[in-house]
């Protein structure tokens, strides 16, 4: 028997005892006879017995107290009425009742649902004040509706912890959703045979198929937010073998406020067998340089500007500026803000950070005090075709808005670069790091003049155009998968966990124009990546859906790096952020360069482009010449 359940127990026997007492005073008006106070000592083993002992066969000591519910109180309500006439007839069939007052048991009966419901709920609401800092919010949910399970779909809850919790108890309060939870499966061996809302934990995730078949169930929800990718990958395994459907929550990063709702409940993606690791942020520094500021996003429509916007969003800004140049993306996230942060100011710029009056015009009206720099283009073969694009839009517009945002002396300028400025070989690449150089030349390295940082990384997994919707796309359509070559590796992670470590870099700038890499951990052959997306999807690679190699496109590289020669890496204080130790170029000069790529993009001289940016990009090597 665990410590708290000899806890509850020695609760509950003093609050039986209790119960009795109190009968006895609220029936001889808190004056009892000592010969009544004799009947009380002498019955009150016989009580404190059987009741435990009728409570210990109603499960009254096999919930998760911390989730006690209507269920939970329903089974009080029996208990009592099955101990309390048990009681009388053991009085009765010992003591031939002589002397008792009958209207004593009934007060007791009331007195004892009362203190051992009350008890119950008093631990949750412990629990729920110390995991909301206080009572506020406790008391609305106290009394949840009892539901009718009616014809609702049979539903088992991987992970009985606060996350399943929390889904069962929204299904339970909800009548308008159309599942009934019917079990509870975990690892944790603590929580096997207790019950959460009168649901019981059946077993371990090993045991799926013989569970789910033993419980009739019809769909299975995994609401472990927490899990890594191996603990996912091993879940989804034990899933599918069940042949139900199964979904999950989305992973921790992914959670707006780190709350979990039904209606979050998604289809398992690759990136969840992936990576799904949690970042530990330093909230108190992020917060530091954000709460109560105004702060603008460039490119807050796409992948990286939209989760930087959510992101943001956390820390409780005074003002979000979303600067987009692409109508329908700014309106979609415009809408998804206002929804999800009511309490904050969320302001829609349709703007583009080429045109220096529009970036002029925002930043007088909304004073931000920090900018996040996401907007850019990124298709590597797209631009190759088109460099005069790629130098005025990632070039001349990062100048154009570095520019404005020193004159007006803002705090943080942060800006969003790639591994693909490494070495390049792409137009894409070199633009980028030409934008690395113009953000670090523009640092002053004084306490009181705007802090220019840039932070680097690799591909993040379900970005618009990224590989993996295109697999997706190409297994639903029945294949050929198309890969550009066997041994090609890339550096991924999720877009919430880039997005958060983005935030965390700008926490750590100190001046001096940093450029942050973040740990990108172990590249991916994208040849694996393929086969193991065709069997998330339940086919056999080369069997069912072919995959065809289609070589190399302009621009691209095999491997993809985050460092190059000369810049050597040094920790931070988190322990997935490095900062470069040496920069190469520090942008002197470059005015005379950035003027005739101006003059050469506006003739749309392709070779020119290549030809310049070779001249000042470290290590730049345009396709074709290697």
Same mark, same amino acid.
């Given at each position: 028997?665990?410590?708290?359940?000899?806890?509850? +127990? @020695?609760?509950? /026997?003093?609050?039986? $005892? *209790?119960?009795?007492? %109190?009968?006895?005073? &609220?029936?001889?008006?808190?004056?009892?006879?000592?010969?009544?106070?004799?009947?009380?000592?002498?019955?009150?083993?016989?009580?404190?017995?059987?009741?435990?002992?009728?409570?210990?066969?109603?499960?009254?000591?096999?919930?998760?107290?911390?989730?006690?519910?209507?269920?939970?109180?329903?089974?009080?309500?029996?208990?009592?009425?099955?101990?309390?006439?048990?009681?009388?007839?053991?009085?009765?069939?010992?003591?031939?009742?002589?002397?008792?007052?009958?209207?004593?048991?009934?007060?007791?009966?009331?007195?004892?649902?009362?203190?051992?419901?009350?008890?119950? +709920? @008093?631990?949750? /609401?412990?629990?729920? $004040? *110390?995991?909301?800092? %206080?009572?506020?919010? &406790?008391?609305?949910?106290?009394?949840?509706?009892?539901?009718?399970?009616?014809?609702?779909?049979?539903?088992?809850?991987?992970?009985?912890?606060?996350?399943?919790?929390?889904?069962?108890?929204?299904?339970?309060?909800?009548?308008?959703?159309?599942?009934?939870?019917?079990?509870?499966?975990?690892?944790?061996?603590?929580?096997?045979?207790?019950?959460?809302?009168?649901?019981?934990?059946?077993?371990?995730?090993?045991?799926?198929?013989?569970?789910?078949?033993?419980?009739?169930?019809?769909?299975?929800?995994?609401?472990?937010?927490?899990?890594?990718?191996?603990?996912?990958?091993?879940?989804?395994?034990?899933?599918? $073998?069940?042949?139900?459907?199964?979904?999950?929550?989305?992973?921790?990063?992914?959670?707006?406020?780190?709350?979990?709702?039904?209606?979050?409940?998604?289809?398992?993606?690759?990136?969840?067998?992936?990576?799904?690791?949690?970042?530990?942020?330093?909230?108190?520094?992020?917060?530091?340089?954000?709460?109560?500021?105004?702060?603008?996003?460039?490119?807050?429509?796409?992948?990286?500007?939209?989760?930087?916007?959510?992101?943001?969003?956390?820390?409780?800004?005074?003002?979000?500026?979303?600067?987009?140049?692409?109508?329908?993306?700014?309106?979609?996230?415009?809408?998804?803000?206002?929804?999800?942060?009511?309490?904050?100011?969320?302001?829609?710029?349709?703007?583009?950070?080429?045109?220096?009056?529009?970036?002029?015009?925002?930043?007088?009206?909304?004073?931000?005090?920090?900018?996040?720099?996401?907007?850019?283009?990124?298709?590597?073969?797209?631009?190759?075709?088109?460099?005069?694009?790629?130098?005025?839009?990632?070039?001349?517009?990062?100048?154009?808005?570095?520019?404005?945002?020193?004159?007006?002396?803002?705090?943080?300028?942060?800006?969003?670069?790639?591994?693909?400025?490494?070495?390049?070989?792409?137009?894409?690449?070199?633009?980028?790091?030409?934008?690395?150089?113009?953000?670090?030349?523009?640092?002053?390295?004084?306490?009181?003049?705007?802090?220019?940082?840039?932070?680097?990384?690799?591909?993040?997994?379900?970005?618009?155009?990224?590989?993996?919707?295109?697999?997706?796309?190409?297994?639903?359509?029945?294949?050929?998968?198309?890969?550009?070559?066997?041994?090609?590796?890339?550096?991924?992670?999720?877009?919430?966990?880039?997005?958060?470590?983005?935030?965390?870099?700008?926490?750590?700038?100190?001046?001096?124009?940093?450029?942050?890499?973040?740990?990108?951990?172990?590249?991916?052959?994208?040849?694996?990546?393929?086969?193991?997306?065709?069997?998330?999807?339940?086919?056999?690679?080369?069997?069912?859906?072919?995959?065809?190699?289609?070589?190399?496109?302009?621009?691209?590289?095999?491997?993809?790096?985050?460092?190059?020669?000369?810049?050597?890496?040094?920790?931070?204080?988190?322990?997935?952020?490095?900062?470069?130790?040496?920069?190469?170029?520090?942008?002197?000069?470059?005015?005379?360069?950035?003027?005739?790529?101006?003059?050469?993009?506006?003739?749309?001289?392709?070779?020119?482009?290549?030809?310049?940016?070779?001249?000042?990009?470290?290590?730049?090597?345009?396709?074709?010449?290697?």
């Amino acid at each position: 028997m665990n410590r708290n359940l000899l806890l509850i +127990l @020695a609760g509950d /026997l003093l609050l039986l $005892a *209790a119960s009795l007492y %109190g009968a006895y005073l &609220v029936r001889f008006e808190f004056s009892v006879p000592s010969f009544y106070m004799d009947l009380f000592w002498r019955s009150l083993p016989y009580a404190l017995v059987v009741k435990a002992a009728v409570f210990y066969f109603f499960d009254l000591y096999r919930g998760m107290w911390r989730y006690t519910g209507v269920t939970d109180l329903v089974n009080v309500i029996k208990a009592t009425a099955v101990s309390s006439l048990a009681f009388v007839f053991i009085l009765a069939f010992q003591y031939r009742f002589e002397g008792y007052s009958r209207s004593i048991f009934f007060i007791d009966a009331c007195f004892t649902v009362l203190l051992i419901a009350g008890f119950r +709920l @008093a631990i949750r /609401l412990g629990y729920e $004040a *110390a995991d909301q800092g %206080g009572l506020g919010g &406790v008391l609305s949910n106290l009394v949840p509706a009892l539901l009718n399970r009616g014809d609702k779909r049979r539903l088992l809850i991987v992970g009985a912890g606060d996350c399943g919790e929390s889904i069962s108890r929204e299904i339970r309060n909800n009548p308008h959703l159309p599942y009934a939870v019917v079990g509870f499966l975990d690892d944790d061996p603590a929580k096997r045979g207790r019950k959460i809302h009168g649901v019981p934990v059946l077993g371990r995730v090993a045991d799926i198929e013989r569970i789910a078949a033993g419980a009739r169930a019809e769909e299975i929800v995994i609401a472990i937010p927490t899990a890594t990718a191996e603990q996912m990958r091993r879940i989804v395994d034990r899933c599918k $073998a069940t042949g139900l459907k199964f979904r999950t929550v989305p992973g921790m990063g992914e959670l707006i406020n780190g709350q979990v709702t039904f209606s979050a409940i998604r289809e398992v993606s690759y990136r969840d067998l992936l990576g799904r690791e949690v970042v530990h942020l330093e909230a108190d520094r992020i917060g530091a340089y954000l709460a109560g500021r105004s702060v603008l996003v460039t490119g807050a429509g796409g992948s990286i500007g939209s989760e930087l916007c959510r992101q943001i969003c956390r820390f409780a800004p005074g003002r979000l500026v979303l600067f987009e140049r692409a109508e329908s993306p700014l309106y979609d996230i415009d809408l998804e803000l206002r929804g999800a942060f009511a309490g904050i100011d969320i302001v829609p710029v349709l703007g583009d950070i080429q045109q220096r009056d529009e970036v002029e015009r925002a930043f007088e009206r909304h004073r931000p005090s920090v900018v996040f720099h996401a907007a850019a283009y990124k298709h590597v073969p797209m631009l190759e075709l088109q460099p005069w694009k790629a130098i005025a839009n990632n070039v001349l517009g990062t100048r154009c808005l570095a520019q404005v945002a020193e004159a007006r002396g803002i705090e943080r300028f942060v800006m969003v670069s790639t591994d693909k400025a490494v070495r390049p070989t792409s137009v894409m690449g070199a633009s980028k790091r030409l934008a690395e150089m113009i953000v670090q030349g523009r640092d002053r390295g004084r306490e009181e003049a705007t802090r220019f940082i840039t932070v680097r990384f690799g591909n993040v997994l379900n970005s618009v155009g990224s590989v993996v919707p295109l697999f997706r796309r190409q297994i639903e359509r029945g294949g050929p998968v198309t890969v550009t070559h066997k041994e090609m590796t890339r550096y991924f992670m999720t877009i919430p966990e880039a997005c958060q470590l983005i935030l965390q870099a700008g926490a750590l700038a100190r001046g001096g124009g940093e450029i942050f890499l973040l740990d990108m951990g172990t590249p991916v052959r994208i040849d694996d990546m393929a086969r193991d997306l065709i069997r998330h999807y339940g086919f056999e690679p080369d069997r069912d859906i072919r995959i065809e190699y289609t070589g190399l496109r302009p621009g691209e590289k095999l491997f993809e790096e985050l460092v190059t020669e000369g810049e050597g890496i040094l920790p931070t204080s988190h322990q997935k952020i490095m900062v470069l130790k040496a920069s190469g170029g520090r942008g002197e000069g470059l005015e005379d360069v950035l003027a005739d790529l101006a003059r050469l993009a506006e003739a749309q001289d392709a070779a020119g482009i290549k030809r310049r940016l070779a001249e000042i990009v470290p290590d730049y090597t345009p396709y074709g010449t290697a």
